[in-house]
């Protein structure tokens, strides 16, 4: 170390002030070289909370107290439609007699139904029946309609119709499935 300093002695002052100014640009470029990247991190991280900033403040506009009401209001809604109300067996009857009803309504005849077992997913239970119908086709486009805007969320999953060429017969004779998702 005296070395360096014996060195530095020997040094006239016009060199001595040259190597401090250089001695200073060096660290001053070396703290400026460490600066960047924690310069960088900084201006990333400003610019992410003003986005999640933003973020927040729009998701408050959306779950104001009214609007939070009023989605849980239509969940209940819909939750009273479709949620399980009884056994299988009284799912079973009621989605037979919206069937029924609707066939009637609609002046189809219902030559045979025949249940399906019902389908136990994650969610719910999804229930079929198969119906063999005999129709024209003015009843049978109603008792499409029907079915598809029953308040039991009713769907046609399989529709097969054949002409019937009997003089006395519906000019329609067909198979279809109908099946209903009831959550648990």
Do not use: C
Not at 1 to 24: C, I, P, Y
Not at 128 to 150: C, N, P, Q, Y
Not at 151 to 156: D, G, H, M, T
């Amino acid at each position: 170390m005296s070395g360096w300093l014996e060195r530095l002695s020997g040094l006239t002052g016009r060199q001595q002030m040259g190597l401090t100014v250089a001695l200073a640009l060096a660290v001053v470029a070396g703290l400026n070289l460490a600066a960047i990247p924690i310069r960088k991190w900084f201006a990333t991280t400003a610019r992410a909370i003003e986005v999640e900033g933003k973020r927040v403040a729009h998701n408050r506009k959306v779950l104001e107290p009214g609007l939070t009401e009023a989605v849980e209001e239509a969940y209940r809604k819909v939750e009273s439609v479709l949620k399980k109300k009884g056994s299988t067996a009284e799912e079973t009857a009621a989605m037979f007699g919206t069937l029924e009803t609707l066939a009637r309504e609609a002046r189809v005849n219902l030559a045979g139904v025949k249940p399906q077992e019902p389908q136990v997913g994650a969610d719910g239970e999804t229930y079929r029946v198969d119906l063999e119908i005999e129709a024209d086709m003015t009843g049978l486009l109603k008792f499409l309609h029907g079915v598809e805007s029953s308040p039991q969320v009713l769907r046609v999953d399989q529709l097969q119709l054949q002409p019937v060429t009997k003089p006395d017969a519906l000019p329609l004779k067909g198979q279809m499935t109908i099946s209903q998702l009831v959550f648990l």
